[in-house]
């Protein structure tokens, strides 16, 4: 399967614990996408990026949140200190640069319980 | 504010039957507009890309339409399977914004039942 994998796919914590999600994208895909989906919700962006260039942040990412792409293919995001609140399903996705209509290509997620 | 309003919010139908569901948007200027299906604790899986230009696009028993003079697009489903019971969420991809140009719905939870 070619498609874009996340690992784990579930994660339970205690609160104040760090924790680690790694995203494969597909292979040719030269932008990676992290969102954030809560119960009922539709997914939020955090962050994107253009091979290993980080472009945009979203403000609901954190001093707590980091994520990187160091060369330009698989990609972590980890959180620290973790809250309750942090519970949620978090989302990779991974596109090709097209003007308009690059199609996203999402994992299965990974899904956080925060204790 | 960029905005993408789905409804209903929920939806239970009877296996065999149609429905339609509806996605109304604001953002600007506009760049296309996905459908997209997502089964329970799965990722979002692409149904369709609907440009400006496009009024109607189908893929298979999911046909999707798009009014972009008032904004409004609906996804129908035809002959409903208990496969179909998922969320459907619209995604609405505008032309400014930096990278972050897409603006999702909270989704329409639909039920298939026997």
């Known amino acids: 399967d070619t498609g874009v994998s996340q690992d784990p796919r579930h994660k339970i914590t205690k609160r104040g614990q760090n924790v680690t999600f790694r995203c494969d994208p597909i292979?040719?895909?030269?932008?990676l996408y992290w969102y954030r989906q809560t119960l009922g919700q539709g997914p939020e962006f955090l962050t994107y990026?253009?091979?290993?260039?980080?472009?945009?942040k979203s403000r609901l990412l954190s001093d707590r949140f980091s994520a990187e792409r160091p060369k330009g293919s698989f990609s972590t995001l980890e959180i620290q200190r973790t809250e309750q609140g942090d519970s949620a399903m978090y989302l990779c996705?991974?596109?090709?640069?097209?003007?308009?209509?690059?199609?996203?290509?999402f994992g299965e997620g990974s899904r956080l319980t925060v204790l | 504010k960029n905005q993408v309003e789905q409804s209903p919010q929920s939806l239970i139908i009877l296996e065999g039957k149609n429905c339609t569901l509806q996605c109304n948007y604001t953002v600007s200027p506009f760049s296309n507009l996905r459908w997209y299906k997502q089964d329970t604790g799965r990722g979002p899986v692409s149904l369709t890309i609907m440009t400006f230009s496009e009024n109607t696009k189908s893929n298979g028993r999911y046909t999707a339409t798009l009014d972009a003079d008032t904004k409004q697009s609906s996804l129908h489903i035809t002959a409903s399977q208990l496969s179909d019971s998922a969320s459907y969420i619209c995604v609405v991809r505008g032309s400014t914004g930096g990278g972050n140009k897409l603006t999702f719905g909270t989704g329409t939870q639909l039920k298939v039942e026997l």
């Open positions: 990026f253009q091979n290993e260039a980080q472009l945009e």
């Open positions: 996705a991974s596109s090709l640069r097209l003007p308009n209509t690059g199609e996203l290509f």
């Open positions: 292979s040719e895909h030269n932008r």
